[in-house]
């Protein structure tokens, strides 16, 4: 089961004149590796910005890209590598490709979308599920793995062997307003809004991740996904999903949206994770850091709760090949279940459980939220920066 997917890239057009504004090249897609984008845009008349565009501290030459890419106008510096590219075409139009990722091929575009502002990333999509009922959203909710109708599904939900080539959907509506997670066990796992959502004649259809899926429920935990057949005249089953895992009382997260937005790693929005405060940058960007440990806070679910405490991907690389690293003592990588959170007063209260030990004893641990948005873990003895993944 997928618990996390963070997004792996953004693009947006930014326009000081939008009756002139370029169209999007139509070879900047989804999934395209940026470095082979970077040829095409130039031919195409688009110019990167140049290095000197760049704020103070926003891209350290600690970060690799920030050294590769001159238009890199900032990179967060985390395991997932987000970077802000800036190009500018002769009407003046601005691209801005918010890129991530260490995959074969170098950092990818996961989607994109137009946006008019200046000097401003565009607003990530909404979810609109309106269009299917309360029922129908209750009836999503959860994990579903599915296969091609061709396949056996007798061990779709199994954790031990489940069938190759199965895709993992997760759907969550309570809190989010509309969220698909999707891992298909390639560089395409990806979490999207639902951006459009609808039901007639007994299929649900919803839009996510730039894709229209459209779903045949055939009973309480199974259903297909159908396409349209024009040779037939009528809608076809070509893979059969079966719900692995349900909601989960999401009552237990008993957080305003207020306190979601600013915690939650798996909502839609800033994203927010946290680093120790001991491996910040002591100035400008402080999360512009590679070697880092950080929390993440999965607050929405659907189907469970899990605070997560990591190394980046760039310390982790160099612990595993023994390379010398000058930092603070590290605190020892880990994962708890969160079985509940709540308010209390202006701190907030945490019931976490070791992830992998359902008989652990329980911790409890207090977070207070500083006038800097930093917090503060007093069972811990740490305090923590707050980052955006978007940024």
């Given at each position: 089961?997928?618990?996390?997917?963070?997004?792996?890239?953004?693009?947006?057009?930014?326009?000081?004149?939008?009756?002139?504004?370029?169209?999007?090249?139509?070879?900047?897609?989804?999934?395209?590796?940026?470095?082979?984008?970077?040829?095409?845009?130039?031919?195409?008349?688009?110019?990167?910005?140049?290095?000197?565009?760049?704020?103070?501290?926003?891209?350290?030459?600690?970060?690799?890209?920030?050294?590769t890419y001159?238009?890199?106008?900032?990179?967060?510096?985390?395991?997932?590598?987000?970077?802000?590219?800036?190009?500018?075409?002769?009407?003046?139009?601005?691209?801005?490709?918010?890129?991530?990722?260490?995959?074969?091929?170098?950092?990818?575009?996961?989607?994109?979308?137009?946006?008019?502002?200046?000097?401003?990333?565009?607003?990530?999509?909404?979810?609109?599920?309106?269009?299917?009922?309360?029922?129908?959203?209750?009836?999503?909710?959860?994990?579903?793995?599915?296969?091609?109708?061709?396949?056996?599904?007798?061990?779709?939900?199994?954790?031990?062997?489940?069938?190759?080539?199965?895709?993992?959907?997760?759907?969550?509506?309570?809190?989010?307003?509309?969220?698909?997670?999707?891992?298909?066990?390639?560089?395409?796992?990806a979490r999207?809004?639902?951006?459009?959502?609808?039901?007639?004649?007994?299929?649900?259809?919803?839009?996510?991740?730039?894709?229209?899926?459209?779903?045949?429920?055939?009973?309480?935990?199974?259903?297909?996904?159908?396409?349209?057949?024009?040779?037939?005249?009528?809608?076809?089953?070509?893979?059969?999903?079966?719900?692995?895992?349900?909601?989960?009382?999401?009552?237990?997260?008993?957080?305003?949206?207020?306190?979601?937005?600013?915690?939650?790693?798996?909502?839609?929005?800033?994203?927010?994770?946290?680093?120790?405060?001991?491996?910040?940058?002591?100035?400008?960007?402080?999360?512009?850091?590679?070697?880092?440990?950080?929390?993440?806070?999965?607050?929405?679910?659907?189907?469970?709760?899990?605070?997560?405490?990591?190394?980046?991907?760039?310390?982790?690389?160099?612990?595993?090949?023994?390379?010398?690293?000058?930092?603070?003592?590290?605190?020892?990588?880990?994962?708890?279940?969160?079985?509940?959170?709540?308010?209390?007063?202006?701190?907030?209260?945490?019931?976490?459980?070791?992830?992998?030990?359902?008989?652990?004893?329980?911790?409890?641990?207090?977070?207070?939220?500083?006038?800097?948005n930093s917090?503060?873990?007093?069972?811990?003895?740490?305090?923590?920066?707050?980052?955006?993944?978007?940024?």
């Amino acid at each position: 089961m997928m618990r996390y997917v963070a997004p792996l890239a953004l693009l947006g057009i930014l326009s000081a004149e939008p009756a002139r504004a370029a169209e999007i090249p139509t070879f900047v897609k989804e999934h395209a590796a940026y470095p082979e984008l970077r040829p095409q845009l130039e031919k195409a008349g688009w110019v990167p910005a140049d290095i000197s565009a760049r704020e103070d501290g926003a891209c350290p030459d600690a970060i690799a890209h920030c050294v590769t890419y001159p238009e890199a106008r900032g990179c967060s510096g985390t395991g997932l590598g987000f970077c802000s590219m800036e190009w500018t075409h002769p009407d003046g139009t601005k691209l801005v490709i918010t890129t991530a990722g260490e995959a074969e091929g170098g950092p990818h575009v996961f989607r994109f979308e137009t946006a008019l502002g200046q000097d401003a990333m565009p607003a990530p999509p909404e979810a609109h599920t309106e269009g299917i009922s309360q029922q129908r959203r209750t009836y999503l909710e959860g994990v579903w793995s599915g296969v091609p109708t061709d396949v056996s599904a007798d061990k779709l939900c199994s954790t031990v062997a489940p069938p190759e080539n199965t895709i993992t959907l997760e759907f969550e509506f309570l809190r989010s307003g509309g969220i698909a997670f999707f891992d298909d066990g390639t560089e395409s796992a990806a979490r999207s809004p639902i951006t459009a959502a609808s039901e007639a004649n007994g299929v649900i259809s919803l839009t996510f991740n730039n894709e229209v899926w459209r779903f045949r429920p055939d009973g309480k935990d199974v259903m297909y996904r159908v396409r349209s057949s024009a040779s037939l005249g009528v809608d076809v089953d070509e893979m059969v999903f079966k719900r692995c895992k349900g909601a989960a009382d999401r009552s237990a997260i008993a957080l305003d949206d207020k306190a979601l937005k600013f915690f939650a790693a798996d909502l839609p929005g800033d994203e927010a994770f946290f680093i120790d405060e001991r491996f910040a940058a002591k100035t400008g960007n402080r999360c512009a850091v590679e070697d880092k440990q950080q929390l993440f806070f999965m607050l929405i679910g659907p189907a469970e709760f899990v605070l997560d405490r990591w190394n980046s991907f760039a310390l982790t690389e160099k612990l595993m090949d023994k390379k010398p690293v000058k930092l603070p003592p590290l605190d020892p990588t880990a994962s708890w279940r969160i079985e509940n959170a709540r308010a209390d007063g202006k701190k907030f209260v945490f019931r976490i459980r070791d992830y992998e030990n359902a008989k652990a004893v329980p911790e409890t641990i207090h977070v207070e939220v500083k006038s800097d948005n930093s917090i503060l873990i007093p069972e811990w003895r740490r305090t923590f920066i707050r980052c955006k993944a978007t940024e």
